[in-house]
C-alpha cells in the first residue's frame, strides 16, 4: 500500500492516452485509453496509481494530511498540451480587427508594416518585467482551460539580443504562470525591418551567432522558421533549419499557411520534427509527410482568426497517416487562449473526430514538442497533471463548442483560479 | 441618498448600451452608452444608480448589510440576452457528429430520420422531470457565461399535448436555473412524422387548436415557424404567422438558412417581429427586411456547427439597415452555450464590429425577444442584470476567442457557480 497525497475517484471516465508509443491519429484515436469507473492517485506530484477505482483503492492510501476528491463520475483527461504558441510578446492589436472584417488580410497588414511589425516593435521597446505582467495572465488563462504544457516561441525581436532576452523569459514566466513551457527559438519569424534589403545577412545573423548561442546556453529546445512569400525562402528555411540540426536542436517549420511554397515538402525532406500550418499543402506533400514520420501541428483557430477561407486539414492528414498534433497558436492575430476551444474549432473544421481531437491535444502534441516523456498521457510515474471535466465522456470535451474543466490539477495541485 | 444593497466601484469601463430607443446595429453600436471610471449601485435588485463613480459615489450610501465590489477597473456590460435557443429537449446527438465529419448534411441527416427527429422522440417519451433535470445544466452554463435572459423555443413535441407541455415547463425551467426565460411557440419546427403526407392537418392543427390555447393561456410570447423546403412552405408559414398576430402573439420565422425559399421576404411582406438564421437571403430581401423594420437575428455558430460553408450575414446586414440580434441557437446540432462564443463568432465569422457583436447580443437580443423594457441596457429603474470581465474595453470581450466572466449579477445578486 502506497501512501498518497492525493486520491481523485468516482471518475466516470479516464482517457489515459497511453495508446502506444508511435501516436498516430486515426489509428489510436479511437480507444484514447478509456477507463470506466477509475480513480487515480498521486505521491509527490507524480501519479502513484491509476486505473479502475476498487484496483486503486486496493493499492494505495491516503497519507495524513492527504485529500480525497469526489470526480463525481466526470470525465478526467491529460493536461493539455498546447503545441504551438506566439504568446511572449506585448501591446496588442485590437486594433486591426476593423482592418480585417474590411477584408484586409494578415499579409496586407503586415506589408503596411501593421501586424507582425507592430509587435515587434512594442516587444522590442517593452522593458522585461512589463513582458512579463503582460504575458503571464495569458497564460493563467491557458492553465484555466486546461493546459498545463505549452511551447512558447520567441520571434518578436527579429534581433540576436533581442531573441535572446525573449527566450532567457520563458523560465520565468513558467515559474510565474505555473505551467511547463517548452522554449522554441523563432528568430526567423519574419525578415526584421533594418535588413528589408538584405535579408540573407539577418539569416547569416541566425545561422551563424543566434543558434550557436541557443544552443550552448540551453535557451530553446526547437528551431522554427517561418517559410512563406515575403518572409523566409524555402532555401533560406533550409539553411536554418540545418544549422539547428547541426545544433543538435529540434527543428520545426511554418509551413504553407498562406501561399503554397513548398514549405510543407521541405519539412518532410528534412525530416523535422514537425511542420505547422499547412492550410495550403496539397495531397502529393501530405504523403511526403507522413512517409517522414513528421508530426503536423494544426492551428484550426488561426484562419477563424484571420478571417481566411481556408480551413486546417485536419481530416485530410489524418487520412493520409500523418500524426495531427493540435495548437491555439495564441498571438495577436488570434487571440484564442483555450485548449477546448480549439479542439472544437479540430472538429467542426477540420473535421477531427472528437477523439482525434483529443488525442492531438494530448499525447500528440506532448510529442510534437519533444515533451512526450512528461505530458500527454496519464500514467504511474507521470508527472500528476490532468484535468476534470463535468461531462458523460471525454469525446464531448470537443463536441461542446467552449467546454470549461471543473478543476486542473499540475503536479498533483490544484490551480487555483486567479479570480 | 438612496440606501443600496449592492455598490459596485472600479469600473474601468461601463457599456449601458443606452444607445437610443431604436436598436440599429451601425448606427448606434459605436459608442455603447459607455462611461469610463464608472460605478453602480443596486436597490433591491433594480439599479439605483449608474454613471461615473463620483457621481453615483454622492448619490447613494450602502445599507447595513449592503455589499460594495471593486470591479479592478474591469468591464461591465448588461446580461447577455441570448435571442434564439432550443435549449429544452431531452437526450442529445454527439452521435451524429461523426457523419457531420464525414459530410453529411443537417438536412440529410433529418431525411434519415435522425437530427430534429431522434430529439423529437426522445423528448415525446422524457418525463417531465428528466426534460427539466437535462436542460436546467444547459442553462446554468449559459448564465455561468454571462446569459441572464433567453428566448427558449418549444419544437421537439410536434403533438399539440406535447408543445403545450414544453410551454409549460419553461416557467419552471427559469425558477431553478435563474434566468429571465422567454417562451415561443415552435410547433411548427417540422411536419411531425406521423402527419409526413398531410402536413396541412398539421398546420390546422396548430393553427386552430395550440395557437388558440398558448394565447389564452399565456403560455408563449411568440409563435415561430421553421419556413425551408421539407419542413413549411412560405404559405403554411403565412397561414401559422398570421393565426399569431390575430391571436396577438409576436411573430418569428427561421428563414432561408439552409436554401433561400423567400421566408425573408414573407417576414418583411408580415412585418414579423424578427426573422432569424437569414444565411441564403439575398441582398433584395435583406433591404426589405430593412425596410419592414423585421429585426434579424442571426446564429454565427450554426454553420459553423453544421460544418456548413455558408457564413451569418453580420456585416451585410448591418451594411443593408437591418438590426441585428444574437443567439446561440443551442441545440443538439448546436451545442454552444456561451454568449461570448457567439459574439466572437459574429465577428470573426460574420463580419460584426465587437461594438456590434457587443449591442447584438444585449440592447437588440432584448427587443428581438419582446424584453427591452427590463434586459438588454443598463439604466437606473432596470433589473440589475450585469456582468463584469477583466478586459481593458467592452470591445475585447468579442474580440478575445471565448471571453470569461469574472462575475455575473442577477437582479443585484451574485450568481453563484454551480461548482
Redesign the interface.
Known sequence: MTGVDLLVIGIGELATLRTGPIPRVGSAASELGRVQNAALAVRNGVFASVGPERLVRRSVHLRKGGTEVDAGGGVVVPGFVDAHTHVLYAGDR?NE??EK?RGATYLEIAAAGGGLYRTVRLTRRATKPQLLRETVPRLR?MLE?GTTTAEVKSGYALTHAGEIRLLESIPLLAERAGLDLVPTYLGAHAVPPERATTPDRYVDEVVERTIPEVARRGLAQFVDVFCEPGFFTPSQSERILRAAMAAHLGTKIHADEFVYSGGAALAAHLATHSAEHLLTAPADDRAKLARAGVTAVLLP?TP??S?SPLQSPG?EMVDAGVPVALGSDVSPN?????MP?VMAHA???A????AEALTAATVNAAHAVGAADRAGTIAAGRSADFVLF?LPSA??IA????S?P?AIYRRGNRVSPT?
Open positions: 485590437a480587427l476593423e472584417i488563462r482551460a483557430v477563424f482568426a478571417m481530416r488570434s487571440p484564442v487562449e483555450s476551444i472538429v467542426y473544421s473535421r477531427l473526430t472528437p463535468d469525446d464531448r463536441h461542446r463548442i467552449g470549461l471543473v479570480k
